[in-house]
């Protein structure tokens, strides 16, 4: 498809409007730059799922560990990520509230104790509780509960009230600095455009869309999530090992005589099952997360039955709030279950394809690691970056970037 241009030009074209592309959008426009975000759906994917807890600490697995720096960075810098956009903490569900982290039964516990020992050992804040020191911070907790302890760095955000913060707060600094366009284009990309239309592997200048229109840009970040491996132009040899997993979510009402219901979001396993309940401030509740890789988008009724009785089990109470919605989404995973963020390098001929940022396979961590992945991208709009994120590269499944590494 040649298409035509609509004479949009901007230095920044962000593909996909999710979390983290609106998050990359904001950065770059606070920079000084112009910036089209393209997305037919903004928000509508994974975020519009997402329970947006920003638990660096306690999402902390044994095979992740290599994501501990980036996740704690980014976490950092959320009290700075949401005062740039001018709005109190409320007005996007941010709050500093920790984490209680529970468990049901003597092998929960364990597997609790294990995790907070891996947690210990990174020198990060677990501090073990007794069920009675739990059940204080909590009194709707369960007396059966065998294990706690409380993480006070991980706190919270509601990613729809983020999302929508940040597409209105990108439409008023485009209307103040006198951007020729707004910033969001409400259809699809169907490719990327290079200065050699033949080289896939020759500088990136501009996104074609579905209805034949095109976008000529300075940089391209292509931040669409699961899709972002079948769009075309992508460099010959780029391997995106993108792979869905779906999640159900459920979000509760708590009626007014039991509000405030939770003061603080609840992580607790339950005879081995994960579950999470996350308060929010309108008076609602987040429950999740199931997790698989097969079936639709549709919520099988065994996972929403798991959802609830898992959560009856940590807090009876539940039983009382009214079902409100269930949400499913699916996330990007990847095989380390770490981001593909980054540069894309040209294979044999070494340096990196100028215009081009790759950021996707955010899996659970999408909401949390949005400043960092702003950061990052606005960074290498001028320069190659923090050599500590390096390691996250897009390309590091392809087959010339695993032997350029085995060489070095």
């Not at 074209?13 to 759906?41: N, P, Q």
């Not at 999740?288 to 898992?310: F, K, M, N, S, W």
Request: glycine share 10%.
């Amino acid at each position: 498809m040649s298409g035509t241009t609509d004479g949009r030009t901007v230095d920044v074209a962000v593909i996909g409007a999710g979390i983290v592309g609106l998050g990359i959008a904001w950065a770059a426009a606070l920079s000084g730059r112009t910036v089209a975000v393209i997305d037919a759906a903004p928000a509508r994917g994974a975020t519009f799922a997402a329970a947006g807890m920003l638990a660096a600490v306690s999402e902390l697995l044994f095979p992740e560990e290599d994501l501990l720096e980036l996740t704690l960075t980014s976490a950092a810098l959320y009290p700075s990520f949401v005062e740039s956009l001018g709005v109190d903490a409320a007005t996007v569900g941010y709050r500093e509230t920790g984490t209680l982290v529970v468990g049901v039964d003597a092998a929960d516990r364990h597997t609790l104790a294990d995790l907070r020992g891996l947690q210990v050992a990174h020198g990060l804040n677990a501090s073990p509780l007794l069920v009675r020191e739990a059940r204080e911070i909590e009194p709707l907790l369960s007396a059966h509960i065998s294990a706690a302890y409380r993480v006070a760095q991980d706190h919270q955000v509601d990613p729809r009230l983020l999302a929508a913060r940040l597409q209105s707060a990108l439409a008023k600094l485009a209307r103040r600095s006198g951007w020729v366009h707004q910033p969001a284009i409400r259809q699809n990309a169907v490719r990327l455009l290079h200065e050699k239309p033949s080289d896939s592997h020759s500088r990136v200048t501009g996104v074609a869309l579905h209805d034949g229109s095109t976008v000529a840009a300075n940089e391209v970040v292509v931040a669409n999530g699961l899709a972002a491996g079948a769009l075309g132009g992508l460099p010959g040899g780029l391997e995106l090992p993108l792979r869905p997993v779906l999640g159900d979510i459920l979000r509760l009402r708590i009626p007014s005589p039991l509000q405030p219901f939770l003061t603080e979001t609840i992580r607790g396993l339950v005879r081995g099952n994960s579950v999470y309940l996350v308060p929010r401030s309108d008076g609602t509740l987040v429950l999740g997360a199931t997790q698989r890789e097969h079936g639709t988008d549709v919520a099988p009724i065994g996972g929403v039955y798991q959802l609830l009785r898992d959560a009856q089990a940590l807090v009876p109470a539940i039983a009382e709030l009214e079902l409100l919605e269930v949400t499913t989404r699916a996330r990007p995973g990847t095989p380390d279950n770490a981001p593909l963020l980054g540069r894309v390098s040209s294979g044999a001929r070494g340096a990196d394809i100028p215009g081009l940022i790759i950021a996707t396979g955010f899996f659970r961590h999408g909401v949390l690691l949005t400043p960092i992945a702003a950061q990052i991208c606005v960074e290498m709009f001028d320069n190659p970056g923090d050599p500590r994120w390096h390691r996250f590269r897009p390309d590091r499944f392809s087959p010339h970037s695993l032997k350029e590494h085995t060489r070095a």
